[in-house]
């Protein structure tokens, strides 16, 4: 994808900046915004119109083809600031190919590298006050993409919206978190859009998530849709397990989103000569392991997540309980290393971080 000289972004700043009154000790996850938000439309067979402006909500039409037929993609990704002030991304090329993957996908236009990376560093560049940099806490960025037909038939939108918006934000998960394992609804099958980023994969997760956190759980483990024996992934993450020292974890494939962290963390034990399988991993695997004593650690990978423990796996009545924290080693060392890496504790050997 070739980059346009002279990219224009206008940029409007807002008047008074919502700072003063963000206490960065106390951030929630996705609840509070930064002051300015980038907007590119899609529309006469190019995009136009790119601008920076003071977050705030924007008017669309009741016919707009995103009301109706669901073309809705997004990506999340983080900035992280260094103990000298130094801000950066992680890995924000990764998001754009996968943004446009999920485009793609959904038949929607796909967005120029520059159109994404140029808005995304001038958007945090202006907004760089608001990367806090209290343990376990960064700047979430979400880029998304929606159809802006007004047009009320079934067909691909001829114009679309690109925004993306950032929120100061603190750990999604605070704590190790309780799964349950599903085996009654399906969040993808075979030849459907699982591999995607696309809004409709997480509206359909929200009741069997819900009905477990009515039974004590913080998330469901999903299984294949066909016969709900393959683990697949958490409701916010990919999934890893560590059994008789063996990092293993479901492969890609079209029911599974292709995390950006997990592609990190399976680099990063690959180098240090960890034994790494992708395979098919079925819910008697895990429970023979855990009844053998050789299922040493579960846990997610995700922007949100980064690395969350598993403590408990619950099926059919029964919690399974997995080993303390404290004694999980490669997953500890594991965070430890890609928290360092966002930080700027240690060398980004790999070139992952765009500094701002």
């Known amino acids: 994808m070739t980059s346009r000289e002279g990219l224009s972004i206008r940029i409007q700043q807002t008047e008074e900046s919502k700072l003063k009154d963000l206490d960065f000790s106390n951030l929630s996850f996705g609840k509070d915004f930064s002051d300015h938000m980038y907007v590119a439309d899609f529309k006469g067979g190019e995009w ?76 945090v560049k202006l907004d760089k006050a608001f990367v806090p940099t209290e343990d376990g806490s960064s700047l979430y960025i979400r880029p998304f993409l929606v159809a802006t037909d007004e047009f009320i038939g079934v067909k691909p939108s001829e114009t679309y919206r690109f925004l993306i918006i950032t929120s ?35 509206g359909r997760s929200l009741l069997p998530t819900l009905k477990a956190e009515e039974q004590g759980y913080q998330q469901i483990i999903w299984t294949d849709g066909k016969e709900h024996k393959y683990l697949e992934e958490s409701g916010t993450m990919n999934l890893m397990f560590v059994i008789n020292d063996i990092l293993i974890t479901p492969p890609l494939g079209d029911t599974i989103l292709p995390g950006i962290t997990r592609d990190s963390i399976l680099t990063i034990a690959r180098e240090w000569g960890i034994q790494v399988e992708e395979r098919r991993i079925t819910i008697d695997d895990i429970l023979n392991a855990h009844n053998d004593g050789t299922l040493q650690d579960a846990f997610g990978t995700g922007t949100a997540a980064t690395i969350t423990h598993i403590s408990h796996i619950g099926l059919n009545g029964t919690d399974y309980e997995l080993p303390a924290i404290e004694n999980r080693t490669l997953s500890n060392k594991l965070k430890k290393e890609l928290e360092a890496i966002h930080t700027g504790k240690i060398d980004d050997t790999r070139g992952w971080m765009i500094k701002i």
């Open 48 to 123: 136009c119109n790119l601008r920076i402006l003071p977050y705030a909500s924007f008017r669309i039409t009741p016919g707009a083809a995103i009301l109706h037929y669901g073309q809705s993609i997004f990506e999340g990704m983080k900035a992280y600031k260094n103990k000298d002030g130094q801000v950066s991304l992680f890995r924000p090329l990764e998001n754009h190919k996968r943004m446009n993957i999920s485009a793609e996908r959904m038949c929607m236009e796909t967005i120029p590298e520059d159109v994404f990376m140029d808005g995304l560093i001038e958007l």
């Open 168 to 202: 100061p934000s603190g750990p999604y998960y605070s704590e190790p978190v309780k799964v349950l394992i599903e085996t009654k609804y399906t969040r993808a099958v075979e030849g459907g859009v699982g591999f995607a980023k696309v809004s409709g994969n997480y």
